[in-house]
């Protein structure tokens, strides 16, 4: 995501794509996988940053960031120069919480900075833009997966776009908690919906299903596969037939 695209997503930053940031708790994890898929939804947290003064310092200036109160340039500094002035940038040796072991370990730097600020940045509009489609869902249900179609498209998510082209699928079915976009780092995938006048209109394919080889040749990338916004906000499936509720949302 350039800069320019990242003070478009800001324009584009919906109410519900705060309070879903906001909302989150707080927790440590030494590696990035440690907090797994959907439990980003439920707490903010920043890989090998272990002290609550830092990693609540660092939350508020994600939230001013995505709030729109201080732009991308400002807010790496912000974050440059308080993580500076904590001691936490760069290369350095410490305690791994989990072992015991000293590890020589990456701290602040440019790329971990940016990586904050977007990767929080997509989960909190992606969210705010799910409650938002499946607030008007009774007017537009039906769906479709579209990729930016440029150079930088990952090839998954390009064969993803290729299965939508011309083509829907209802907003209930199991294929939007796993596949609703972002799909991976710097993902710019996203969703449009349609009415029932739109599909006749436009004589768009509506899609049963989709073949789980398909699935299984293009699923998200490690850790991705997910959809923040449905861990906040679930559909009213109360009018759907039980077994297909019970695809989407197994009952433990």
């Known amino acids: 995501m350039n800069n320019n695209e990242l003070i478009y997503a800001l324009n584009l930053t919906p109410e519900n794509a705060l309070e879903y940031f906001q909302e989150k708790g707080y927790t440590f994890s030494w590696k990035w996988d440690e907090l797994w898929q959907q439990e980003h939804s439920h707490a903010f947290t920043v890989a090998k940053m272990m002290q609550l003064d830092l990693l609540q310092d660092t939350r508020n200036i994600v939230n001013s960031f995505i709030k729109g109160d201080v732009n991308y340039k400002l807010a790496m500094l912000k974050l440059e120069n308080r993580l500076r002035a904590k001691g936490w940038w760069g290369m350095q040796e410490i305690e791994n919480p989990n072992t015991g072991e000293i590890e020589n370990v990456q701290l602040g730097s440019p790329w971990r900075l940016r990586t904050i600020l977007e990767t929080n940045l997509i989960t909190s509009i992606s969210a705010g833009k799910y409650k938002t489609q499946l607030d008007n869902a ?4 039906w769906w479709q997966y579209s990729d930016q179609e440029d ?12 299965l939508f082209k011309n083509a829907v699928l209802h ?17 710019r995938c996203f969703v449009n919906t349609f009415t029932d006048y739109d599909v006749r209109s436009q004589k768009l394919i509506i899609l049963k299903d989709i073949p789980q080889i ?5 699923k998200p990338g490690k850790g991705w596969a997910y959809n923040p916004g449905m861990e906040k906000w679930k559909p009213d499936l109360s009018k759907y037939d039980p077994d297909l509720v019970n695809l989407i949302f197994p009952q433990k």
């Open 138 to 141: 009774d007017f537009a249900p």
């Open 151 to 162: 150079e930088r498209v990952r090839r998954k998510h390009r064969a993803l776009g290729l």
């Open 171 to 187: 907003y209930t079915h199991p294929f939007w908690k796993t596949y609703y976009p972002p799909n991976d780092w710097g993902c």
């Open 214 to 218: 398909f699935l299984d040749k293009n």
